[in-house]
């Protein structure tokens, strides 16, 4: 309803995790290149973690459009799954028949075998991805560890990236679990933008938008930062919020009174984040002794995977 008031062509604060409207802070172009050189490598695991709306499904998708076309891709949303679910789920998203009247883990990860060596020897290259992965069962977990041991000499035939909340870390550190800690390659911890980048994302999803107009002051997008401490989902409720009140007021700028009266109507009142977490450095690990520079440079379209 305010589109054409503001010079839109679409709304530019929608919480959908579109890809085109991926803003590529430094914390998302970092953790870009460690997804990027983890499933360069042989291994069978890459982990991206970070909390509630910081922007980890957007990063997957706007991998997923860099994948090269030889490239299947699984997809898996809610893994509160069993073991016999989780397989008959990538089976389905891989398109593999199998009989599900008789289904077994065996039965089923034959058919996952057999499927994922005729796709290498066609020259393709499997991706499992799963979102939420802090839902997995210790059990299911170690099921896709075993699925990673379908390999040749020189590679795994099925590379799995697990995408979640920082709880995720916590449940790899677990004895049993030492062995898949151990298959991944990279990982990383994505934070909140800081003020800085909060400025330019607001600024950057409005061009996308289809406007230049600086519709928030400076002192709204300080308020902004103070209010969200620079997490995404948040940031995105907020500002939707803003715009249809200033549109309501027939407002052309969005200041600070505004932002704030905002947040009391748009947001829960315990969803601001802790300070402190946005402040801190961004805690990724390399597995490899590889420059940030080197990764970025092999380029984000993953031609060597073909």
Known sequence: MYLSYFGLSEKPFSIAPNPEYLFLSERHKEALAHLTYGLGEAGGFVLLTGEVGTGKTTLTRSLQEQLPENTQVAQIHNPALSQLELLASICDELKIEYDSANATLKTLTDVIKKHLEANNQA???????IDEAQLLAPDVLEQLRLLTNIETDHKKLLQIVLVGQPELQELLKR??????????????????????????????????????????SGDAL????????????????????CLVGAF?????????????????????????????????????????????????????????LI
């Not at 902004?224 to 500002?239: K, S």
């Open 123 to 129: 020259g393709g290259h499997t991706i499992l991805i």
């Open 175 to 216: 004895t049993e679990l030492r062995q898949l800690a151990q298959r991944i390659t990279a990982r990383y911890h994505l934070l909140p933008l800081t003020e800085g980048q909060v400025f330019a994302y607001v600024k950057h999803r409005l061009f996308k938008a289809g406007t230049e107009q600086a519709l928030f």
């Open 222 to 241: 300080k308020a902004i930062y103070q209010v969200t401490q620079g997490v995404p989902r948040l940031i995105n409720l907020l500002c939707e919020r």
């Open 248 to 304: 309501s007021q027939q407002k052309l700028s969005i200041d600070s009174e505004l932002v704030m009266r905002s947040a009391a109507e748009a947001l829960p009142p315990t969803s601001t984040p802790m300070a402190t977490v946005a402040n801190k450095e961004p805690s990724y690990v390399w597995l490899y002794p590889v420059s940030f520079l080197a990764v970025l440079g092999m380029g984000i379209g993953l031609s060597y």
